[in-house]
């Protein structure tokens, strides 16, 4: 993954355009201090604010539009650059028990052991992405030589990715989350 291409755009309209400008500025800002984005969130995060505080200050003279959310751009920007992009808010979501995705177009969770087809559309080149920036987390690597690979994710996530052309037609993820709670002894 580089720090310098953000994943192909999946935000249509003026707001995609804003997160993509400002998802470079946080990503190169990055770059230059030398941060570790995926071992050091809380900086990423105070970069973030600050490009983002920085686009607001500008608004006010009616160059670029507002943010209309601070917060939740602020959000994005550190899913897009520390952790796992769009599916961050699931892994975040302590209701959501498995994620997985047989297809960019078709990504699926699973909450109170129901399946649900999720509104999130990704490109291939995002779930490509998703997959190496997963992948290094944990220190492990897929290639032909080895099409499929279970991983533990930082959080204790357990993944497992099966690479393009052994899956039907794209590469296959799944992520079954770690239960936040303890079994209590009988």
């Given at each position: 993954?580089?720090?310098?291409?953000?994943?192909?755009?999946?935000?249509?309209?003026?707001?995609?355009?804003?997160?993509?400008?400002?998802?470079?500025?946080?990503?190169?800002?990055?770059?230059?201090?030398?941060?570790?984005?995926?071992?050091?969130?809380?900086?990423?995060?105070?970069?973030?604010?600050?490009?983002?505080?920085?686009?607001?200050?500008?608004?006010?003279?009616?160059?670029?539009?507002?943010?209309?959310?601070?917060?939740?751009?602020?959000?994005?920007?550190?899913?897009?650059?520390?952790?796992?992009?769009?599916?961050?808010?699931?892994?975040?979501?302590?209701?959501?028990?498995?994620?997985?995705?047989?297809?960019?177009?078709?990504?699926?969770?699973?909450?109170?052991?129901?399946?649900?087809?999720?509104?999130?559309?990704?490109?291939?080149?995002?779930?490509?992405?998703?997959i190496e920036r997963m992948l290094k987390s944990s220190g492990r690597r897929i290639?032909?030589?080895?099409?499929?690979?279970?991983?533990?994710?930082?959080?204790?996530?357990?993944?497992h990715v099966v690479l393009e052309g052994i899956s039907r037609g794209f590469s296959?993820?799944?992520?079954?989350?770690?239960?936040?709670?303890?079994?209590?002894?009988?």
């Open positions: 993954m580089s720090l310098t291409q953000p994943a192909a755009r999946r935000t249509p309209g003026a707001h995609g355009e804003l997160v993509e400008r400002l998802d470079l500025q946080v990503r190169e800002l990055v770059r230059r201090e030398g941060v570790d984005p995926q071992h050091d969130p809380l900086l990423v995060r105070r970069i973030a604010e600050g490009v983002v505080r920085d686009h607001d200050e500008r608004s006010l003279t009616g160059v670029v539009a507002a943010v209309p959310d601070v917060g939740a751009m602020v959000g994005e920007l550190v899913a897009r650059v520390s952790g796992f992009g769009p599916l961050q808010p699931f892994l975040d979501d302590p209701t959501v028990e498995e994620v997985w995705i047989n297809d960019p177009s078709r990504v699926f969770i699973a909450r109170n052991g129901r399946h649900e087809l999720t509104t999130l559309v990704l490109t291939r080149a995002q779930v490509e992405e998703l290639d032909l030589s080895s099409p499929f690979v279970d991983a533990m994710l930082p959080e204790g996530h357990r993944l296959a993820v799944n992520i079954r989350k770690s239960a936040d709670t303890a079994l209590h002894p009988l």
